[in-house]
């Protein structure tokens, strides 16, 4: 008896389809996605992060999963840009600034007194400032998700710094382009590096003042090494952008319902997550400070306007001159203060 053989092609074509469109095989749905960001875990940042992931992962019903690296420990801080733009890392929450040394007219999101306060840095969002600056990213090979704004303030081992003379003679980090040309022209010595270095540059003598975050300040415990520190709850020159940002690689990946609640989760998070969760960081700064003796000042407004007075005739006249389109973002940025 002759037993007829059936072709294995129909079984075959069969099983192609079933890997390609069953989520969670081969990789067609489901996706697990690297953050990477240079903040200590359990840093604020490093909490949005974990909060927007959850979110996703809850809404996308276990789709797509995120896996952590903080503390700098996949990439160097300022090589996450680059790692971004390649499509090597999905996601970071990022200081833009950080990306000016390639696309300088991102020294807009760290400007001397370019921004009042974190609420108002949040409405960029939604006005012509904060679509120009996602459309230069998106250029760039990065997609903006969340805007997260930080205030910040001047510590220092050698003296109160209350006034743009006062820097002069100090070994400084600057934090930004504009910041570290603004600081140079009173008087400082300027060290580059991320926030995450600074510990150790204070201890060695490398750096003697500095200016970061409210959040860097604690999470990276600068108490223990600084004497002085002039602190962002009424006025401060410096605010941050280091928001939440997307591979355009990875998110061509997603497909448009994935998309849909990523933007989803991102929306809600501008709107009821950042502000409550960031407004707290200058009373724990200050309570911190406190605790460890450091001498705490708080900036006035007269000595505000001095410094805004100093920052128009170095800072955002250097910008305006020297980068591309510098003074469309400038004023773009001062329109939205209104």
């Known amino acids: 008896m002759q037993v007829k053989r059936i072709a294995p092609w129909p079984f075959l074509i069969v099983f192609v389809a079933v890997l390609i469109f069953s989520p969670g095989i081969a990789g067609a749905r489901s996706l697990t996605l690297k953050v990477s960001h240079q903040f200590a875990a359990g840093d604020v940042r490093d909490q949005m992060a974990h909060v927007f992931g959850d979110m996703v992962t809850k809404k996308t019903n276990g789709e797509v999963k995120f896996r952590y690296y903080p503390a700098k420990s996949l990439y160097k801080p300022k090589a996450q840009w680059d790692a971004l733009r390649k ?3 999905d996601m970071s929450v990022f200081p833009l600034d950080y990306a000016s040394g390639k696309v300088p007219q991102m020294s807009i999101t760290l400007m001397p007194c370019g921004v009042t ?3 108002q840095g949040m409405t960029w969002r939604n006005k012509p ?5 996602e459309k230069l990213m998106e250029d760039n090979g990065v997609k903006n998700l969340v805007w997260a704004w930080f205030d910040g303030g001047v510590g220092s ?3 109160q710094i209350k006034l743009p003379a006062d820097v002069k003679g100090t070994k400084m980090r ?3 382009k504009k910041f570290e040309f603004m600081l140079r022209e009173a008087g400082a010595s300027i060290t580059s590096m991320p926030s995450s270095e600074t510990y150790h540059a204070l201890s060695t003598g490398v750096l003697d003042t500095m200016l970061t975050s409210s959040a860097s300040f604690v999470s990276y415990r600068l108490y223990e090494v600084l004497s002085y520190i002039n602190a962002p709850r009424d006025y401060s020159i410096w605010y941050m952008a280091e928001n939440l940002i997307i591979s355009n690689t990875t998110w061509k990946r997603l497909t448009p319902e994935q998309q849909k609640i990523f933007l989803e989760v991102a929306e809600w998070m501008n709107a009821n997550w950042v502000i409550p969760n ?3 960081l200058v009373d724990k700064l200050i309570a911190e400070y406190t605790k460890a003796g450091v001498k705490i000042q708080y900036m006035t407004k007269v000595e505000f306007d001095q410094w805004l007075e100093f920052a128009k005739q170095t800072a955002w006249k250097e910008y305006a001159k020297n980068v591309a389109g510098g003074q469309e973002y400038l004023d773009l940025a001062l ?4």
């Not at 329109?335 to 209104?338: E, I, Q, V």
């Open 87 to 89: 499509g090597a890392l």
């Open 117 to 119: 306060s974190v609420a």
């Open 129 to 133: 400032i904060g679509k120009k600056v």
């Open 157 to 159: 081992k050698v003296r």
């Open 174 to 176: 600057a934090a930004g």
């Open 278 to 280: 960031f407004k707290s």
């Open 335 to 338: 329109d939205a203060m209104k």
